[in-house]
C-alpha cells in the first residue's frame, strides 16, 4: 500500500453511519438546516419534487423516507441561501474567477438575477429580462442560417421544459440538439433501438423483487445510485445472484449497510451486495459477453446431443427473433484465446458467470458509463442483448434490459424531443398538431456541434443547463468552442467555468431547480419527469425561491421564444402561465401521454409502456434482431496505434463519491478512501515500478493520438490501488483535456471516457487552474 497521506482504505460498508454522518454536513453546509431537512422529507413524495440527483426510480406510495446520501447532498448544494448576485460579479473579474476551481465557483451559491458580460468588459453586469430576451431574439433572428446555432441540452430539464425547448428550436428550423446524453446512454438507445425497436429499459423497480439473477455491468451504484443498493442487497438475502463485472471492486458492489434499519445500524451489520465479482479489462465487456453466449451455445449442442433439455428458449426465439444462425456463426467462429485476451477473464471465469446465467429462469442486465463509454458500446449492448434473446429473458416478470440512467430526467427529455435525429413519426405529430414544418435534416449532437464551433460555423450557443465546456471531451478545444460564437447563452442554476469563457457577448440567466417553488400567473406550478424505468411523475418545488429575478426554464424558453419567434407557432406566455397547457400539448403530440395531466394525480404518476414487454417488436423486421459485431481486431484505435507511442496504460474517467458530474461537492471519495484532493492517479503498484516511479510520485498525463495537439494535464499524486495491470483510473472532469474530441464510439458518437491510452511524465507544474485542490483555503 502507498505511504501517501491522501489515501487511506475505508473499511466500513456503503451508505450506513458513513453516509449518515455525510448527510448531516451536506445539511449544516447549506446554511439553511431546517428548511433543507423539511424539504428533504418531500423527496420522491407525492406532492413533493423528484429527487434532482440521479434516475433510478422510487415508490412514492411506499411512504417513507426516500432519499440517499448523494440525493440529500444534491438537494443541500441546490438549497442554499449562499447568492452569486449583481455585487459578487462586480467584486471579481472574469479572469479573477477563472483562477478560481470547479468546487470554489459552485460553492459561491444560486444564480440570483441575469448577468451580461459585453465585448471588452471585464466583469459581467446586471442586465433586465426583457432586455437579455430581445437581445437573443435579435441574434436569432439575424442568423444567416439558423443551424448556426447550438442548443444543448442537460438532462436535469423537466419535461415541460424541455417539450417548450425542442419546439422553439425546430420552429427557428434547426435539429441542433447536442445532449449531455450524448456523453451518457446514447450507445444505449442506438442498441436497443436496432435490436428491440424500443431505446429504453424494459424492466420496472417490481422486476428487481423478481429477478433470479441480476447482472450489473460497468456501474458504480453506491456512490451514483445508492437508492438501487437496497434491492441489490434484498435479492442476494433472498437467493437470487448479483453478478458484478466491474475492473475496480467498488465498495457498494461489495456490502451495504441500510441507513434505515435499526437492526443494521445499531448492530454495525451489513449485508452483501454480490454473489460474484468478475474484473475485465477496459472495454473487455464485449469479448465477456460473447464468451458467456459461447458457453451457452456449446451446452445447447451437448444438450440437443444428449437428448438433455434445451439451454436456449427456442419457443421464444422462433416466435420473436430473426433467425439465430448468422449469430451461431459469429459464435463459433470467434476464439476462445481471442475473448480470453480481449476481456482479461480466464476460460473458468466465463464459464463461472455462463453457469449462473444459464441456471436462472429471470435475468435483469444492467448497465452504465463502464460499457457505453467505449469505442465499441454499441457492440457490446448488442451482446447484452443477444444475451437475453438467446434464454427469452424479455418481457417476463423478472427479466430485461436495464440501461441505468444519469441525470434524473435524461430520458424524459429525449421523451420529448431533445434528439438530433428525430424519428419521422415525431416530427409528423408536431406538424400536424403545431401547423408548421419542422425541419427534417439531422442537427448536431455534443461531439458534431463541438467540431462546427470549433470551424466557425456557428454564431449562438444556448445551455439549458449543464456544464458544456467542463463535460465534453478535449477541454482546451471545448472552451476555444464557445469563445469562437457571437453569444453564448447559460441558463443556470450555478456558477460553472462554461460561464467564464464567454463568446463575443454572453449571457448568464438564472433559473430555478427542482427544489424551488415555480409560481406562474395560475399559481404553483409542478413539473414532470420521467426516470429511468419510464415512470412519469410529478415533482412541486418545496422552497420559496433566492431571488424574485430567477425563472422558471419553461418561463426563459418562452421568453427567448416570444422575442425570437413571436405567438409562432404557439402562445408561448400563455402555455407558460399553467403547465397543464404544456401537457395538454404534449398529450397531443407524443405517444404514450393521452390524458396526461389526470394521470399525473395518483401517487407515483403512470408507466410509458415498453413495446418490448408485448413482444412487439418495432424494428424493421418486425422481429428483435441479433447483433453481429465481431471483435475489434485491437482495443487500441488506430490513431493511438498512429501515434507513434506506446501507451503505458489505459485510463477510464470516473466519479468521485463527493461529485455530480461536473459539480464537486468536496473532497471525500469515501469508499476508495481518498481525501483532501482530486489529483490523483489511481494505479497497480506493479505497473508504477515497471513505469520507474516511487510511491505517491507526482507525474504529469499525457494522451495519445495521432494529431499534432499536445493533451497533458500536469500534477497528479500516484495512488497504489486495486486495480488490474495496465488500468489506470482518474476523476473527470480533471482529466477531459486528455480525451481526444475524435476518440468517440462507433455509430454512438460518445466520447470514450472510459479508455484513454496514456504515458506518465515528470510533473512540470502543480495545481493546474482546473484543479479543486488548494481552493478550499478561499471558501
Ligand atoms: N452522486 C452522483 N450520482 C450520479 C452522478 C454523479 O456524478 N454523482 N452522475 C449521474 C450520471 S449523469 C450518470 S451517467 C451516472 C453514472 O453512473 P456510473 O456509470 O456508475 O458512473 P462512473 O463513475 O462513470 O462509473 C463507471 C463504473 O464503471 C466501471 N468501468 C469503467 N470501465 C469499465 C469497463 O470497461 N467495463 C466494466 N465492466 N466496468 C467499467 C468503473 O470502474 C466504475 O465503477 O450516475 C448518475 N448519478
Ligand atoms: N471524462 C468524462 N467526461 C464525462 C463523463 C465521464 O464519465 N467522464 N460523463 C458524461 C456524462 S454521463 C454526462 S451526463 C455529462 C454531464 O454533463 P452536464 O449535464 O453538462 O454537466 P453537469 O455537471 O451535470 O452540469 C452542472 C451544471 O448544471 C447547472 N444546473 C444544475 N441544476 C440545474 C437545473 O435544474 N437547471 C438548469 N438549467 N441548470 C442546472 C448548474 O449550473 C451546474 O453548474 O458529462 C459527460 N462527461
Ligand atoms: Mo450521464
Not at 411506499?62 to 449562499?82: D, P, Q, S, Y
Not at 440567466?509 to 400567473?521: E, K, S, Y
Request: hydrophobic share 40%; proline share 7%.
Amino acid at each position: 500500500m502507498s505511504k501517501t497521506p491522501l489515501y487511506k482504505p475505508y473499511p466500513g460498508p456503503a451508505a450506513g453511519w458513513g453516509a449518515l454522518r455525510s448527510v448531516t454536513q451536506a445539511w449544516m453546509n447549506s446554511r439553511q438546516p431546517l428548511k433543507n431537512l423539511r424539504a428533504m422529507l418531500r423527496t420522491n413524495q407525492h406532492g413533493g419534487f423528484d429527487c434532482p440527483g440521479c434516475a433510478w426510480g422510487d415508490d412514492p406510495a411506499a411512504g417513507r423516507i426516500n432519499f440517499c446520501e448523494n440525493g440529500a447532498k444534491a438537494v443541500n448544494w441546490e438549497a442554499t441561501r449562499r447568492a452569486v448576485d449583481a455585487d459578487f460579479f462586480a467584486r471579481y473579474s472574469v479572469e479573477q474567477l477563472r483562477a478560481q476551481s470547479d468546487y470554489w465557483l459552485e460553492y459561491q451559491g444560486r444564480l440570483t438575477r441575469p448577468m451580461i458580460l459585453r465585448p471588452g468588459d471585464s466583469h459581467y453586469r446586471p442586465i433586465e429580462w426583457s432586455q437579455a430576451f430581445a437581445l437573443i431574439g435579435n441574434q436569432l433572428r439575424q442568423l444567416p442560417d439558423p443551424r448556426r446555432a447550438e442548443f444543448y441540452t442537460s438532462g436535469r430539464a423537466s419535461n415541460e421544459a424541455a417539450f417548450l425547448y425542442q419546439l422553439m428550436v425546430r420552429a427557428l428550423g434547426s435539429n441542433n440538439f447536442p445532449d449531455c446524453s450524448n456523453m451518457c446512454h446514447e450507445a444505449s438507445g442506438v442498441a436497443l433501438n436496432r435490436h428491440l425497436g424500443n431505446g429504453k429499459g424494459s424492466v420496472t423497480l417490481d422486476d428487481f423483487a423478481y429477478a433470479d439473477a441480476i447482472f450489473l455491468f460497468g456501474q458504480n451504484p453506491g456512490s451514483n445510485h445508492p437508492r438501487m443498493l437496497e434491492p441489490l442487497s434484498q435479492a442476494v438475502r433472498r437467493g437470487a445472484q448479483v453478478v458484478c463485472f466491474n475492473p475496480l471492486r467498488e465498495r457498494g458492489l461489495e456490502r451495504f449497510q441500510h441507513p434505515q434499519s435499526p437492526r443494521q445500524m445499531l448492530g454495525n451489520n451489513s449485508d452483501p451486495t454480490h454473489s460474484a465479482y468478475f474484473r475485465p479489462h477496459l472495454g473487455g465487456d464485449l469479448a465477456a459477453l460473447r464468451g458467456m453466449a459461447k458457453m451457452l451455445w456449446q451446452w445447447e449442442q451437448e444438450a440437443q446431443a444428449n437428448g438433455k433439455p434445451a439451454v436456449f428458449d427456442h419457443a421464444f426465439l422462433q416466435a420473436n427473433s430473426l433467425d439465430l444462425t448468422p449469430y451461431l456463426a459469429l459464435l463459433d467462429a470467434t476464439p476462445w484465446d481471442t475473448i480470453c485476451e480481449q476481456s482479461g477473464l480466464t476460460l473458468a471465469e466465463l464459464e463461472r458467470a455462463a453457469r449462473i446465467y444459464a441456471a436462472s429462469e429471470r435475468v435483469i442486465i444492467c448497465w452504465a458509463m463502464g460499457i457505453t463509454q467505449h469505442h465499441h458500446s454499441v457492440a457490446t449492448i448488442g451482446e447484452i442483448v443477444n444475451l437475453q434473446l438467446l434464454r427469452g429473458n424479455l418481457g417476463r416478470p423478472g427479466a430485461g434490459v436495464c440501461p441505468v440512467r444519469g441525470h434524473s430526467n435524461v430520458q424524459g427529455d429525449r421523451t420529448m424531443g431533445i434528439n438530433e435525429r428525430p424519428g419521422q413519426a415525431f416530427l409528423d405529430a408536431l406538424e400536424q398538431h403545431l401547423d408548421f414544418h419542422p425541419p427534417q435534416e439531422p442537427g448536431h449532437n455534443t461531439v458534431t456541434a463541438l467540431q462546427a464551433m470549433l470551424a466557425g460555423e456557428v454564431d449562438v450557443f444556448i445551455g439549458l443547463g449543464g456544464n458544456f465546456a467542463q463535460a465534453t471531451p478535449d477541454s482546451q478545444q471545448a472552451h476555444q468552442a464557445l469563445r469562437n460564437c457571437q453569444l453564448t447563452v447559460q441558463i443556470s442554476t450555478k456558477l460553472n467555468r462554461s460561464h467564464l469563457t464567454p463568446g463575443q457577448t454572453a449571457l448568464i440567466l438564472p433559473c430555478l431547480g427542482r427544489t424551488d417553488i415555480d409560481h406562474q400567473a395560475s399559481g404553483a406550478q409542478a413539473v414532470t419527469v420521467e426516470d429511468s424505468f419510464s415512470m412519469i411523475h410529478a415533482s412541486y418545488g418545496q422552497l420559496p425561491p433566492l431571488s424574485t429575478e430567477m425563472r422558471s426554464e419553461p418561463a426563459i424558453i418562452a421568453g427567448i421564444a416570444q422575442a425570437a419567434l413571436g405567438n409562432w407557432p404557439v402562445n408561448w406566455s400563455e402555455l407558460v402561465a399553467d403547465y397543464d397547457r404544456i401537457r395538454d400539448l404534449i398529450a397531443a403530440c407524443i405517444p404514450g401521454f393521452t390524458d396526461f395531466n389526470q394521470r399525473l394525480q395518483p401517487p407515483g404518476g403512470f408507466h410509458l409502456p415498453n413495446p418490448v414487454n408485448r413482444h412487439q417488436w418495432q424494428t424493421p423486421s418486425g422481429r428483435a434482431e441479433f447483433s453481429l459485431h465481431p471483435l475489434p481486431a485491437s482495443h487500441l484505435p488506430a490513431s493511438v496505434l498512429n501515434s507513434g507511442q506506446q501507451p503505458e496504460l489505459i485510463l477510464q474517467s470516473l466519479r468521485s463519491h463527493d461529485q455530480y458530474n461536473t459539480t464537486i461537492y468536496g473532497l471525500h471519495d469515501r469508499y476508495r478512501g481518498v481525501s483532501g484532493h482530486r489529483q490523483v492517479l489511481f494505479i497497480n503498484a506493479l505497473d508504477r515500478e515497471r513505469l520507474g516511479w516511487p510511491p505517491g510520485a507526482r507525474v504529469d498525463i499525457e494522451s495519445l493520438w495521432d494529431d499534432a495537439i499536445e493533451r497533458r494535464v500536469p500534477g497528479f499524486s500516484l495512488i497504489d490501488f486495486d486495480i488490474p495491470l495496465g488500468q489506470a483510473a482518474a476523476y473527470y472532469p480533471e482529466i477531459n483535456p486528455l480525451l481526444p474530441l475524435a476518440s468517440y464510439g462507433a455509430e454512438s458518437f460518445t466520447p470514450t471516457a472510459k479508455f484513454i491510452a496514456i504515458r506518465l511524465r515528470p510533473n512540470t507544474a502543480s495545481n493546474p487552474p482546473l484543479s479543486v485542490s488548494g481552493a478550499i483555503i478561499n471558501l
